[in-house]
């Protein structure tokens, strides 16, 4: 039997429900298809088995990533799983969407138990782990020391990376533990590392992420159809070139069908509009030689983010809140647009 790639077997099988997902219906990577390719490093014949994704905020790499690769691990190509959560509180929330996944794939039949036990043990079904044949998931949160030295395994997913300190004295340097739990499975291992970034000293996946070959999503121009990628400013020789671009008014009110974006080519205008057929036209592009050839490293910020999700205007009414009128910048508002929206440190 032919195994398909896992966008393929997303988009085939999965179905989108309402308790998961603001767009019900058939699964389709045209809303978000920057994270096709991303999925898709999970496939045995991509060489890379380190992905680094550093993102902004609420884009969906949960839902498009992590989870669709659950379900076709479970059915194309089975082994251990592990899933790291940033809290404790987020394990049940979590594990609620794994379930959603496997029932709208059709894969709950295959959740079961791999050995015998007692009549008074648990199924291979519980509130943390599930199994099926050939594998398990294990689903923990960052602080979990304790379970991450114990176990084997093929697949790793570290989402919100940040959460995760970078060395405890109990258990020594926190990334270096988890990819030890991987070592029995080094050619074909498959880990993913997933974060909004914070604070640049003691960021975890800005380190990841520089490490790799960062990978940005080029689009074209709608104005002279050259490919660029969307950014919020772009300078050159200390002077705006490009970027997300707005007017005020008199009284210093945004005038809203002023927000769009001057082309850093081009010096085109072209308004929020034209991002979803940009998006479906665009690709990734290394722009590194990655410090190891199977570490593959990936950045969007929210300016990509799908139709449907905050625009452009959104995001300068953001900015104008961090820099108020006559008034100091605010410090806190800032920081929260350049990790959230921007993806930077």
């Not at 159809?225 to 070139?241: A, F």
């Amino acid at each position: 039997i032919k195994r398909q790639k896992p966008s393929v077997f997303a988009e085939n099988h999965r179905v989108m429900t309402t308790d998961v997902s603001p767009f019900p219906g058939k699964f389709s990577f045209k809303r978000t298809p920057y994270f096709k390719e991303i999925l898709d490093t999970l496939d045995p014949s991509h060489p890379a088995r380190v992905v680094t994704l550093m993102k902004g905020a609420q884009l969906g790499a949960s839902t498009n990533v992590i989870e669709n690769a659950i379900a076709w691990i479970i059915s194309e190509n089975p082994g251990n799983i592990l899933f790291i959560v940033g809290h404790p509180d987020l394990v049940p929330k979590a594990m609620q969407k794994v379930d959603n996944v496997i029932d709208t794939t059709g894969l709950r039949r295959m959740i079961r138990t791999n050995a015998l036990r007692s009549k008074s043990q648990k199924t291979g079904d519980t509130n943390t782990s599930k199994e099926f044949p050939g594998g398990s998931l294990l689903l923990t949160s960052a602080g979990n020391h304790k379970a991450l030295r114990q176990i084997s395994m093929r697949y790793g997913f570290v989402d919100d990376f940040e959460a995760l300190k970078g060395s405890t004295k109990e258990s020594g340097d926190t990334s270096g533990m988890i990819e030890q739990r991987f070592a029995a499975y080094h050619d074909k291992m498959k880990l993913y590392y997933i974060s909004t970034p914070e604070v640049k000293q003691t960021s975890n996946i800005e380190p990841s992420f520089l490490a790799g070959d960062q990978r940005y999503y080029y689009v074209p121009c709608p104005c002279c159809h050259e490919y660029i990628t969307i950014q919020w400013e772009v300078e050159e020789d200390e002077k705006k070139k490009g970027g997300i671009t707005w007017k005020l008014d008199g009284k210093g009110n945004l005038i809203d069908d002023s927000v769009g974006y001057l082309c850093q080519n081009c010096n085109g205008f072209f308004k929020d509009t034209h991002k979803y057929k940009m998006n479906l036209e665009g690709e990734w592009r290394p722009t590194a030689v990655p410090k190891a050839r199977d570490h593959a490293s990936y950045h969007i910020s929210s300016l990509y983010a799908a139709p449907g999700m905050y625009d452009w205007h959104h995001y300068v009414k953001q900015w104008l809140a961090a820099h108020p009128s006559g008034e100091p910048v605010i410090q806190t508002k800032l920081q929260t647009f350049y990790n959230a929206v921007l993806g930077q440190t």
